[in-house]
């Protein structure tokens, strides 16, 4: 398999993580019987950790959509190199630092992480031009 489409393949793998740290997270705060039900009631505010997993979760949802399609089209394009292999493990690694740094709350450096998995991408969209 390419290092482009395994790098995509973990960044799959860390969405799987997000979600179900995220969705423990929040079944610790508010219990079992909360995550098997409708969920229609309303729930107190999330505690610090799981309203910042929820958010970590949904801003690498955000990335990861452009990510995966801009791989994808460097594979059928056949434009993958140096470029994409650098893009996408810089991405890879940023995103999994990040998830840490949105969870324990660190500010400046999780916006600096942000910024280079967003470099990551624009490197991979830089070379199918």
Avoid at 3 to 8: D, I, N
Avoid at 47 to 65: I, K, M, S, V, W
Wanted: glycine share 6%.
């Amino acid at each position: 398999m390419a290092f482009e489409l395994q790098c995509l393949t973990y960044a799959l793998i860390l969405g799987l993580v997000h979600i179900l740290v995220a969705a423990q997270a929040r079944t610790n705060q508010y219990g079992p019987k909360w995550n098997v039900s409708a969920r229609d009631g309303e729930q107190p505010p999330l505690n610090p950790l799981p309203a910042r997993l929820l958010r970590a979760q949904a801003n690498f949802f955000e990335t990861f959509p452009i990510f995966a399609v801009a791989i994808l089209i460097a594979m059928i394009a056949d434009r993958t190199g140096t470029l994409t292999y650098i893009g996408a493990i810089v991405y890879l690694i940023a995103r999994v630092i990040y998830f840490p740094l949105y969870a324990f709350g660190v500010p400046v450096v999780r916006t600096i992480v942000w910024m280079i998995s967003m470099a990551g991408i624009c490197c991979v969209l830089v070379a199918l031009f």
